[in-house]
């Protein structure tokens, strides 16, 4: 079997079988069945010419494993087979993959456009970094399409997408602003590490690049930082040189700690997504709650758009807390089956407000200009048992509704105060 051969049979195959085998049907070195890490910093050759011809590109090879490295490239293959991409390359940190898209196809003079409620870092890398350069920024109401479609044909060089977005699980219709784009001749980029590539893929809706934090559910057990960039090989070949002089290239560890996630990514998302779900609802119900993010809720804004360009709703809720930060800081301490901290995508269970997750780059009045309440929570499910996390967020939520009660009239003992809400942020 051919190499092209491989490829069309694995794209073929269902999901659970592309994590496993995609990027590893060729035989690895001494017969291993895991792909080796190979931890060389430099290659040595004693041809000459050879040497010389590798390190321009003509025949396969390696040089220097900041440039390539035999086990980053198999992640890297990996990704293509996942996202259906004919190229990949791969990084340090998901925010190391954002930064080089933006920094490689935006220099000064150029016109981006993209949504206020991004991911905290990305939202930095608009409001600070790409202004210094001169490129010019356009950011607009994430679910505002007609503006986005506005803006985007007075003057785009590259269209920034996030969906679902982090934290607030707003959806955007890709094809559409894609279209959009492509009009104007507009790059389009798009940010899946929510949704991921088991049920999302923004090239086939028209994304020209598509970046993923591996750090996050490819790599599935918060031990690894990691990024990866897919697409088309004319554009990887100048994301991949703006890494190889930039340095920021994954180490070969790291790079196998995410194959071997990528693996049972398939099982730890089926039941993610199904205590999503479950969570999502309980907490339309909840009287604490003010208002639930989940796109799997048929009341969500973007439900419609979700169903039609996704193939499951993912594994992050979140939810704004009724009394602000004050009520988040008494239900996080009473969760048991929970981590508090500024990750997601692992196979534990994870509860943060944004002010320490995913906005804490950004000031109080940065976060509200975003509108990101203070009472906002993220809850990245884990693979627990669906009923032991019902459990433990319902007598979470229970204890602190008790003792608000106490506060309020001592005399009430623990009797439950608001009313179960149907409500959709």
Not at 14 to 41: C, D, F, K, L
Not at 201 to 217: E, I, M, R
Not at 221 to 246: F, P, S, T
Not at 259 to 285: D, F, M, P, V
């Amino acid at each position: 079997m051919n190499k092209n051969e491989a490829v069309a049979g694995i794209a073929g195959a269902g999901v659970g079988t592309r994590v496993v085998w995609s990027g590893e049907q060729g035989q690895h070195p001494y017969n291993a069945t895991q792909t080796p890490i190979v931890v060389s910093a430099a290659y040595g050759y004693q041809d000459i010419d050879a040497w010389y011809d590798v390190a321009q590109g003509k025949l396969p090879g390696y040089i220097y494993s900041r440039m390539s490295n035999p086990t980053v490239a198999t992640l890297e293959a990996k990704l293509c087979g996942l996202e259906q991409s004919e190229s990949a390359v791969a990084f340090s940190s998901g925010m190391a993959a954002i930064s080089a898209v933006l920094h490689t196809f935006l220099a000064n003079g150029k016109r981006v456009v993209s949504t206020r409620d991004s991911y905290g870092g990305t939202n930095k890398i608009f409001e600070e970094f790409l202004p210094r350069m001169g490129v010019q920024v356009c950011l607009c109401d994430t679910l505002d399409t007609a503006a986005l479609e506005r803006e985007i044909a007075a003057g785009c060089d590259l269209l920034y997408l996030e969906t679902p977005t982090n934290p607030t699980l707003k959806v955007l219709d890709i094809r559409r602003l894609s279209a959009a784009a492509h009009k104007v001749g507009a790059l389009v980029v798009a940010d899946n590490t929510f949704a991921t590539p088991l049920n999302q893929n923004p090239l086939a809706l028209g994304v020209d690049v598509v970046v993923h934090s591996a750090t996050k559910f490819l790599s599935g057990h918060g031990d690894v930082l990691g990024g990866v960039v897919c697409g088309a090989e004319h554009l990887m070949a100048q994301v991949r040189h703006y890494r190889e002089i930039n340095g920021a290239s994954l180490d070969p560890f790291s790079a196998y700690l995410i194959i071997r996630g990528i693996k049972t990514l398939a099982l730890r998302l089926r039941q993610q997504q199904a205590s999503a779900q479950a969570l999502a609802e309980y907490l339309c119900n909840e009287p604490l709650v003010e208002t639930v993010n989940y796109p799997g809720l048929p009341q969500h804004a973007g439900h419609a758009i979700a169903k039609a360009q996704m193939r499951g709703f993912g594994a992050i809720v979140s939810f704004v807390l009724k009394g602000g930060m004050d009520t988040v800081a008494r239900l996080l301490p009473r969760l048991e089956y929970a981590h508090r901290a500024g990750n997601l995508g692992a196979v534990e269970t994870i509860y943060g407000p944004a002010r320490t997750t995913s906005h804490v780059e950004n000031t109080l009045e940065e976060r509200q200009a975003l509108g990101i309440s203070e009472g906002l929570v993220r809850i990245s499910v884990g693979i627990e048992d669906t009923d032991d996390l019902l459990a433990d967020l319902a007598q979470a939520c229970a204890a602190v509704r008790a003792e608000l009660a106490r506060q309020a009239d001592p005399h009430c003992g623990a009797e439950e105060a608001g009313r179960p809400i149907q409500q959709q942020a």
